[in-house]
């Protein structure tokens, strides 16, 4: 079994509010239900003629029996015509089938006659039934509110175990056996990645994985684990997961696809290429989102990959439109600028103050001076520059033409649009990232040099 992951604040935030919540009903129905009416509570006129209606009821139970027994025979009812009485004498002949010697009369009846039964009568003032009524609905409240507290958190708890017990692996083409045994164990599908593998190898399977995306149930055997990883039916869908970090151009989308067996080299450049001709778009670089995309692993993937990206771009942009007309600059020119911010750092807090430095100096005529927009012209992303290549009329090469490059330099991410459509307040020109990432920011170039002598040498 995986071992369990600390809960994220949000799962926290709901767990919280929903345990607050539940108090909140918990107090509610202990204390007042809706009965439809107002219960006052019993005043002391109340009690004393509680005690007064009980003192009654014991007198009536402390007279004699005999009287009661005597009282017991029906009398017939008042104002009642002589013939009624007749019929009535009658019918009570009949039944008890008597003659007329009064002695035999008396003997059949007294044979006949039915065993007398208790009875008793209990006698409730108003305010004492309002309060037993009260009383039974506020348990009755309170038990159906527990049922129904009861359920929704079983019901709660039901779903967050299955969620908990339940493990998602995504298989993606290429991975070895020894890879994706190190994957189980790291998700805690297997307890033990080298046993694993020596299973799928022993049987003959290290080479039939299929890529895929999997649910594994917990104390699954190897066995069954190994039969569902040979068939990808037993996924849940052939489509994978396909990564474009921040930052990447679309020559490194387009080689890690072809190292993963993805697509072919150059294919989606040129499915990139189609895109942005299809879609009027003044260039493709920087047009085209870096995030998680799910893909089918097939040969229309590259074009798939390439149109998911350039929409998920286009949704990005699109709450930031209004914003162009303050910003006085084109939606390419601010897309240009958030590549650059992406590319010089991944530090979201970073990247608002970074585009304002940007701004800063395009509306002083300085060149922005941004390097990374001459390592993306020249290719050149892990060696130091030249003397030839710093003094060269490139146009991506910031230290000598002014304004911004032709294209973007790489796939921006959501932050850094919002940071080149929201850029900070402030009036610094330079900056500098020391050895251990830190920013420092400078007015003036006395103070830019002052930070490389302090932060760098």
């Not at 069954?224 to 151009?249: C, H, K, N």
């Not at 998920?312 to 020119?333: F, H, K, M, V, W």
């Not at 304002?356 to 922005?368: E, S």
Request: proline share 5%; aromatic share 8%; with cysteine.
């Amino acid at each position: 079994m995986a071992a369990k992951r600390p809960h994220t604040q949000h799962s926290l935030a709901e767990s919280k509010a929903r345990e607050h919540k539940y108090d909140e009903l918990s107090r509610k129905t202990s204390t007042q239900m809706d009965l439809g009416f107002d219960a006052k509570p019993p005043s002391r006129d109340d009690a004393k003629h509680l005690v007064d209606e009980r003192k009654k009821e014991r007198a009536q139970e402390a007279k004699p029996k005999a009287k009661t027994v005597q009282r017991k025979t029906k009398a017939p009812a008042p104002h009642t015509s002589t013939a009624s009485k007749k019929t009535t004498r009658t019918q009570t002949r009949k039944k008890s089938g008597t003659t007329n010697t009064k002695g035999s009369k008396r003997k059949k009846t007294t044979k006949k006659q039915p065993a007398k039964k208790n009875s008793f009568t209990i006698q409730l003032s108003l305010p004492v039934f309002i309060g037993m009524v009260v009383i039974i609905a506020l348990l009755g409240g309170s038990l159906i509110a527990w049922k129904i507290l009861d359920t929704t958190r079983t019901s709660a708890l039901v779903k967050e175990i299955r969620t908990s017990e339940s493990t998602t692996v995504v298989i993606e083409p290429g991975m070895t056996a020894r890879s994706v045994a190190k994957l189980l164990e790291e998700e805690g599908v297997v307890s033990d990645a080298k046993v694993f593998e020596r299973y799928l190898e022993v049987n003959g399977n290290a080479t039939r994985i299929q890529p895929g995306t999997y649910l594994f149930a917990p104390n699954l055997t190897h066995a069954l684990i190994a039969s569902m990883l040979m068939e990808a039916d037993y996924g849940i869908t052939s489509r994978i997961q396909f990564v474009v970090f921040p930052g990447f151009t679309l020559h490194e989308i387009d080689a890690r696809l072809a190292s993963k067996g993805l697509a072919k080299e150059g294919e989606f450049i040129e499915a990139t290429g189609k895109v942005a001709q299809e879609r009027g778009l003044p260039f493709t670089e920087g047009w085209f989102l870096s995030g998680t995309y799910m893909v089918e692993p097939d040969e229309t993937m590259a074009m798939a990959l390439a149109t998911a990206m350039q929409d998920a771009c286009n949704d990005a942009l699109r709450p930031y439109l209004i914003e162009l007309e303050q910003l006085g600059t084109t939606l390419s020119d601010t897309l240009i600028i958030a590549s650059l911010v992406q590319r010089e750092t991944n530090e979201v807090s970073q990247m608002s103050d970074i585009a304002k430095v940007i701004f800063n100096r395009l509306q002083a005529d300085m060149p922005i001076g941004i390097d990374a927009a001459l390592r993306y012209g020249l290719n050149a992303w892990d060696r130091p520059f030249t003397e030839e290549e710093l003094d060269s009329s490139n146009p991506y090469n910031m230290r000598r033409v002014k304004g911004l490059p032709p294209t973007g330099v790489g796939a921006p991410g959501p932050a850094s649009i919002d940071a080149a459509f929201s850029p900070s307040d402030h009036n610094w020109y330079y900056y500098i990232h020391d050895t251990e990432g830190h920013i420092h920011f400078a007015e003036t170039y006395e103070g830019h040099l002052e930070n490389i002598a302090k932060f760098l040498e």
